[in-house]
T-cell receptor, first 111, second 115 residues
Framework: EDQVTQSPEALRLQEGESSSLNCSYT??????LFWYRQDPGKGPEFLFT???AGEEKEKERLKATLTKKESFLHITAPKPEDSATYLC????????????FGRGTSLIVHP | EPEVTQTPSHQVTQMGQEVILRCVPI?????FYWYRQILGQKVEFLVS????????KSEIFDDQFSVERPDGSNFTLKIRSTKLEDSAMYFC?????????????FGPGTRLTVL
């Protein structure tokens, strides 16, 4: 069974304090790893898709990286508007194409 | 930028009542999905739909649930007889062509409260 574990569950940062969120996964062949941002009471908003180890993608203050066992979402000099829950999901090769989601990391950035 | 829309944003119902949640997927997308998220829990897959039929469903999607694409734009989730444990956020999502490679884009969700 595919497993996605995100850590930490919650993270509080001061504005400008860079950090990383972790997504560890177990899947029998990775087709894609997805990062989403979810604001309270809203739907997941797509951020990145990573397909192979070594791949990196960036968007503003966010940078996602991928290894064979985990992905990191690096947040550089975060701002209060970056506060949200960040979800990781994996899709495997073969069988169901439905992504498996992790529980998310709740990020709060204090001004 | 095209987006998935959902109505209503919040639905309150009595236990045992039927509810219909509505979604308008992105217009050129072919695959549609329903997910739910119980407060504080992770996003859970319910059902996927393609070419007017269910392509995959989870064990959560039992006989109380049904989906329909009644016209060229709407995609609905019906819960026949709601239970307290059906209270959750329900998200619709869609992908453009290939469900195995394309990104799923989510709507804003419907908060269902069953009293």
């Amino acid at each position: 069974e595919d497993q996605v574990t995100q850590s930490p569950e919650a993270l509080r940062l001061q504005e400008g304090e860079s950090s990383s969120l972790n997504c560890s996964y177990t899947v029998s062949g990775l087709r894609g790893l997805f990062w989403y941002r979810q604001d309270p009471g809203k739907g997941p908003e797509f951020l990145f898709t990573l397909y192979s180890a070594g791949e990196e993608k960036e968007k503003e203050r966010l940078k996602a990286t991928l290894t064979k066992k985990e992905s990191f979402l690096h947040i550089t000099a975060p701002k209060p508007e970056d506060s949200a829950t960040y979800l990781c999901a994996v899709r495997r090769i073969g069988g169901s194409y439905i992504p498996t989601f992790g529980r998310g990391t709740s990020l709060i950035v204090h001004p | 930028e095209p987006e998935v829309t959902q109505t209503p944003s919040h639905q309150v119902t009595q236990m045992g009542q039927e509810v219909i949640l509505r979604c308008v997927p992105i217009s050129n997308h072919l695959y549609f999905y329903w997910y739910r998220q119980i407060l504080g829990q992770k996003v859970e897959f319910l059902v996927s739909f393609y070419n007017n039929e269910i392509s995959e469903k989870s064990e959560i999607f039992d006989d109380q649930f049904s989906v329909e694409r009644p016209d060229g734009s709407n995609f609905t989730l019906k819960i026949r007889s709601t239970k307290l444990e059906d209270s959750a956020m329900y998200f619709c999502a869609s992908t453009k062509e290939s469900p195995s490679t394309d990104t799923q884009y989510f709507g804003p969700g419907t908060r269902l409260t069953v009293l």
